[in-house]
């Protein structure tokens, strides 16, 4: 059991470039969450599905665009990168019957120049 | 709308030191969880422990103990005899117990630093 894993994990990016992170999870949750983490401010949710082909908004997903075609995977794509999306990213994934609990994968760290 | 507010940017402690993280929460539900994880130099987040609103005993994990206090809206949580590898950030959340999407609200973390 790998549980949730995420790749890759550390990517740089020039301005206006465009990038996909994957999110894969193997313990088949409904409920998959994709989370920013800034210096200071926790973890903030960016948007999250809670079953294959459904995607929600969450706390701040402007720049951000989600897909979850696949019950296993939670794609978080990027169109046009800005400096202000450089932060690390964490991917979570909850059962419905246990769907407070959330598993967390590694994190990516991405660096938009 | 959820808040959760962690006062304390950075604690610094001498190994073997008591620390005591607080942790103030915002919430118009009536029922919610309370979370406490550990995010160590490496990246990852740990899950710590999970308290629902309906319980507030005290609970203890070796040395480890969180305090729950519903009418002060505080999570508070104490390391007894610090070690260097408690050394982190920690984080409380929070999260609505609803059927379907439970999001978690963070606090802005405490960073922990115990030295030798």
């Known amino acids: 059991n790998a549980g949730v894993t995420q790749t890759p994990k550390f990517r740089v990016l020039k301005t206006g470039q465009s990038m996909t992170l994957l999110c894969a999870q193997d313990m088949n949750h409904e409920y998959m969450y994709w989370y920013r983490q800034d210096p200071g401010m926790g973890l903030r949710l960016i948007h999250y599905?809670?079953?294959?082909?459904?995607?929600a908004k969450g706390e701040v997903p402007d720049g951000y665009n989600v897909s979850r075609l696949k019950k296993q995977n939670f794609l978080l794509g990027l169109e046009s990168a800005a400096p202000s999306q450089t932060s690390v990213y964490f991917c979570?994934?909850?059962?419905?019957?246990?769907?407070?609990?959330?598993?967390f994968g590694p994190g990516t760290r991405l660096l938009v120049l | 709308a959820q808040k959760v507010t962690q006062a304390q940017t950075e604690i610094s402690v001498v190994e073997k030191e008591d620390v005591t993280l607080d942790c103030v929460y915002e919430?118009?539900?009536?029922?919610?969880?309370l979370f406490w994880y550990k995010q160590p130099p490496s990246g990852e987040l740990v899950f710590l422990i999970r308290r629902n609103s309906f319980d507030e005993q005290n609970e203890i994990s070796g040395r480890y103990s969180w305090n729950f206090q519903k009418s002060t809206s505080s999570f508070n949580f104490t390391i007894t005899a610090s070690q260097v590898v408690d050394s982190a950030v920690y984080f409380c959340?929070?999260?609505?117990?609803?059927?379907?999407?439970?999001?978690?609200?963070f606090g802005g973390g405490t960073r922990v630093l115990v030295k030798p």
């Open positions: 959340a929070l999260s609505a117990i609803k059927a379907a999407g439970n999001k978690l609200t």
């Open positions: 599905s809670v079953g294959e082909g459904t995607t």
């Open positions: 979570a994934s909850s059962d419905p019957a246990s769907p407070e609990t959330q598993y």
């Open positions: 919430t118009r539900d009536t029922t919610y969880y």
